[in-house]
């Protein structure tokens, strides 16, 4: 392969500039020709295309965002986008295509490779880890930490006001990021998608724990577990305690990858730029434990990656 191409997609993650420069430099490194797509699959199809050289990528590793934007292409969900997509990628001369991002990304990359038999080679790029076929996706260990310094401020103040705070985090519709960050910052509770909860009975945890002499408490909540409740006038009028409800919202999404991140971005960038130029097409890379690995994006998007019931029980072990 002599000319590949490169797209960050969906929601930006921290490390993901890391990737770009791992899969960038392990081609050009090849003697490969690298391109970069602005904007996603949005980009390929208004054909906003960049040469990259080794410079190009120079300087990004500490930064979050991504150099090349992002966007969710509606477009592209389109048979005739998806066509229009293929049709610019062979125009620009590109033989393959390197997808940063999460499970959306990575169904519009398999899209491209079973629809026109394509050559894609997919990165997890997600702050949710929701990605199955991977330990961890990159950004999610940033995401943690971010949430875990929010929860850890917060924690001050909840003990000096003797108040509950529940702390939503993001996740959409997975509680990874709530549950590490959760157990990380010593939560009380983690509400998750993933499994049953009863508000009530959480309550009445926090009235035993209050008589117990801990008159502060922490609740993690992933934003996709709770709706259409206000849980602040629920806990304040089943627990007679003083509750704060905080967002964290897109503050997870940015800042500087930790090291962690850095060097998982780089890993997989490299592996996957490897990979496509030797060969191999329409999978996902990933690591399983310390080992980089690679699978079908068929088996990727086939199963949601699931939470480890353990570490749940671990919280309120560790709250008791
Ligand atoms: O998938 C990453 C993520 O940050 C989710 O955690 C969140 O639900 C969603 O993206 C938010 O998307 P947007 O940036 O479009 O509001």
Redesign the pocket.
């Known amino acids: 392969m002599r000319r590949i191409g490169i797209i960050t997609s ?2 930006d ?1 921290p490390g993901m500039n890391a990737a770009i420069r791992g899969a960038a430099r392990a081609a050009l490194g090849r003697g490969a020709q690298v391109v970069g797509f602005y904007h996603g699959y949005e980009g390929i199809i208004n054909n906003e295309v960049i040469e990259m050289e080794s410079r190009t990528v120079g300087g990004i590793i500490a930064k979050g965002g991504t150099l090349l934007h992002t966007a ?1 292409s509606k477009e592209f969900r389109t048979p005739e986008g998806r066509k229009l997509a293929i049709e610019n990628l062979k125009k620009n001369g590109v033989e393959g295509l390197v997808v940063i991002g ?1 499970d959306g990304s990575l169904t519009g990359a398999r899209a491209l490779h079973e629809e026109f038999g394509y050559p894609v080679m997919g990165v997890p790029g ?3 880890n929701d990605i199955n076929g991977t330990d961890f996706s990159v950004g999610f260990d940033t995401a943690v930490n971010t949430a875990l310094g929010a929860i850890d401020r917060v924690r001050d103040t909840a003990y000096s006001h003797e108040r509950v705070f529940v702390i939503e985090v ?3 519709h997975n509680g990874f ?1 709530a549950l590490e960050a959760g157990l990380a910052g010593g939560a009380e509770a983690v509400i998750i998608p993933e499994i049953p909860f009863s508000l009530l009975e959480i309550c009445d945890d926090l009235r035993a724990m209050h008589a117990r002499g801990k008159k502060s408490s922490l609740i993690v909540v992933a ?2 577990a709770l709706r259409a409740v206000d849980v602040r006038d629920f806990i304040e009028k089943n627990t007679g305690y003083e509750a704060r409800y905080i967002v964290l919202g ?1 503050m ?2 940015g800042g500087s990858p930790t090291a962690f991140d850095r060097v998982l971005a780089l890993q997989l960038g490299a592996h996957a730029a490897n990979r496509l130029i030797s060969g191999h097409h329409g999978e996902m890379v990933g690591v399983d434990g310390t080992k980089l690995v690679s699978h079908p994006l068929s088996y990727v998007l086939s199963t949601e990656r699931q939470i480890d019931p353990e570490k749940l029980l671990l919280v309120e072990v560790m709250a008791s």
Do not use: K, V, W, Y
Request: net charge positive.
């Open positions: 969906g929601g993650s969710r999460g997600s702050i949710d993001m996740g959409r990021i934003e996709g897109h997870q999404r």
